[in-house]
């Protein structure tokens, strides 16, 4: 059963823009704190945005501060990544993940439910 399902991925030439979005259901809803991870090949993954979901600031990793805004709706249970200026070293796979608390927000062993990733691809 599919709890996470992003979507919204693609290619694009570096300065454009792409929307990410993660649908949750089952046991990956109602869960505080959820967050965007992506991964290049080669390379660890690593933490891009967060979200405690009851309220608060979403919080982002340096190298996207400015470009990129995290949001949520609920009523349709669903995150949002807004990535603009892309780069091309921002091409990766790019996941959603969701847990029910505890721990550093980019900690990617504590959170529970993962989807499947989406690519994105930014080329010079």
């Known amino acids: 059963q599919v709890q996470l399902v992003e979507s919204g991925g693609g290619s694009v030439q570096a300065g454009g823009s792409l929307r990410l979005s993660c649908a949750a259901s089952?046991?990956?809803?109602?869960?505080?704190?959820m967050a965007w991870f992506r991964q290049a090949p080669g390379k660890e993954r690593e933490g891009v945005a967060a979200?405690?979901?009851?309220?608060?600031?979403?919080y982002y990793a340096d190298s996207v501060k400015g470009r990129f805004t995290l949001s949520q709706d609920n009523a349709k249970n669903t995150l949002y990544l807004q990535m603009n200026t892309l780069r091309p070293e921002d091409t990766a796979l790019y996941y959603c993940?969701?847990?029910?608390?505890?721990?550093?927000?980019?900690?990617?062993?504590?959170?529970?439910?993962w989807g499947q990733g989406t690519q994105v691809t930014v080329s010079s």
């Open positions: 993940a969701a847990r029910r608390g505890g721990g550093a927000l980019f900690d990617d062993v504590t959170y529970n439910y």
């Open positions: 089952g046991d990956a809803l109602r869960r505080p704190f």
């Open positions: 979200l405690y979901t009851y309220g608060g600031n979403p």
